[in-house]
């Protein structure tokens, strides 16, 4: 049996605030079979699950939700949290070119995201610290005048929200700095746990019928009368971690998260693991050689080797 594709040590693997905080422990099997579904979302970060649930709730259920690594893995999972809504551009260039009934759409859709996040999460409960409330600051006269233009397609657009701007003493007494010269206080957006919230949704798509497996990146998708989304069931890396001209004499590591693989297929380990993260150094004798270099492991023992 082969590792899982995490076998090089990255960064991105380290805990953070997020992983640190999570509330919902979730863990999905690995697809190691075919199966029939109706739609297939590749990825379990916001986009690819809050896809799944939308369809879900609309009635479509034979969902699968196919994730690389871990749900939340990617920027989901490690980013600030803010819910807020707006153009990030010049409103008057904006509005040259689809007009005032056209920025009246775009800030309409702009703050679609933020009333579905606050829906959800009063929908299934989702314990993702939701913090109601949010500033747009300006440090100069100039930013003021883009947030008035600002504040004024808000309320527009939005005028059961508590949205105001707010200038001098106002703004210090919101934020406590003499350093802004003016805020957008907007009550529709706000702050989540970004991971808790991702979490919550996946709990709540789970719970509409759909299946989500984790640890099976998508190698290839066949298209024609019958789709077919083919996954790495059998733990290869999905392509060669070093081409032929990147292949140099030298010596390399290779590191094995063997806890992570047998944790994904619901093997029950001890804590800590007996084997968890097994590095392999090893050398290379000739440039463009060709390597493999299989982990046959237990939560036990393991062994390698040079394949073919």
Not at 26 to 35: E, G, K, S, V
Not at 125 to 144: M, P, S, T
Request: a negative charge; one cysteine or more.
């Amino acid at each position: 049996m082969n590792a899982p594709n995490s076998m090089v040590m990255n960064k991105l693997d380290a805990l953070n605030y997020y992983t640190v905080t999570k509330k919902y422990d979730l863990a999905f099997p690995r697809l190691t079979a075919d199966i029939d579904a109706d739609v297939v979302v590749i990825g379990g970060g916001f986009s690819g699950i809050n896809t799944a649930l939308e369809l879900a709730e609309q009635g479509i259920t034979n969902i699968v939700v196919l994730e690389g690594r871990h749900l939340g893995y990617g920027g989901t999972g490690r980013n600030g949290g803010q819910v807020m809504a707006g153009i990030g551009h010049d409103l008057n260039a904006v509005k040259r070119h689809v007009g005032p009934q056209g920025l009246e759409t775009l800030f309409k859709i702009a703050g679609l995201g933020a009333g579905i996040i606050r829906e959800r999460i009063a929908r299934y409960g989702i314990d993702a610290d939701f913090c109601q409330g949010y500033g747009y600051l300006a440090y100069n006269r100039r930013q003021v005048e883009t947030l008035r233009g600002w504040c004024e397609e808000f309320q527009a657009v939005e005028p059961e929200v508590e949205i105001e701007l707010l200038t001098g003493q106002d703004v210090q007494k919101i934020i406590g700095s003499k350093v802004y010269a003016g805020a957008i206080k907007h009550m529709g957006g706000g702050h989540v746990n970004s991971l808790n919230l991702l979490l919550g949704e996946a709990r709540a798509l789970v719970a509409h019928g759909a299946r989500i497996f984790e640890s099976s990146p998508v190698i290839a998708v066949d298209y024609g009368e019958r789709i077919t989304v083919r996954t790495n069931a059998d733990g290869r890396t999905d392509a060669p971690l070093l081409k032929d001209a990147d292949v140099k004499r030298g010596r390399y590591r290779l590191v094995f998260h063997v806890g992570e693989h047998f944790r994904s297929k619901g093997v029950p380990l001890p804590d800590p693991p007996f084997v968890d993260v097994v590095p392999i150094d090893f050398g290379i004798a000739e440039d463009g050689g060709s390597y493999h270099v299989p982990l046959v492991c237990s939560p036990w023992t393991y062994s390698t080797y040079r394949g073919s």
